[in-house]
C-alpha cells in the first residue's frame, strides 16, 4: 500500500482534513499509527480512491508521541462522532513537521 505523506501547516488545516474523514468516514478503510514507520496511515477505500483527492495518505507523528497518538487515533474511529476542537489539537501537536 502507498501513502502520500501529508504535513498540515497549521492547525485549521489538520482540522479540515480531519472534518473531512469524518463526514466521509464511510469510505476510510482504515486509520491507525503504524509505531514502525512512526506515522499516522489513512486508508480509503477503493470508492475514494478513484476519486481526485482521494488518496491514502500518512502523517509523521513524533517518535515520542506515538503511543498517545495511537490511544486517540483508537478512540476517534471507535466512536460515531467527531473528534473535539481540544482533540484536534492534541494529536496535531503531536505532528512531526521535520519527519524524524
Known sequence: ?????L?????HEFEEKVDLLFKNKSHV?????NETTGQLEVDLDWLANR???G???????KRAKLRDA???VER??????????ADIQ??????DPQNR
Open 7 to 11: 504535513v498540515p501547516r497549521n492547525l
Open 76 to 85: 476517534w474511529f471507535s466512536t460515531a462522532t467527531r473528534p473535539s476542537h
Open 90 to 95: 492534541e494529536l496535531f501537536d503531536m505532528i
Open 70 to 72: 495511537k490511544v486517540i
Open 51 to 53: 476519486t481526485r483527492d
Open 1 to 5: 500500500m502507498e501513502f502520500i505523506q
Open 29 to 33: 478503510s482504515s486509520a491507525r499509527v
Open 55 to 61: 488518496k491514502d495518505f500518512s502523517i509523521p507523528i
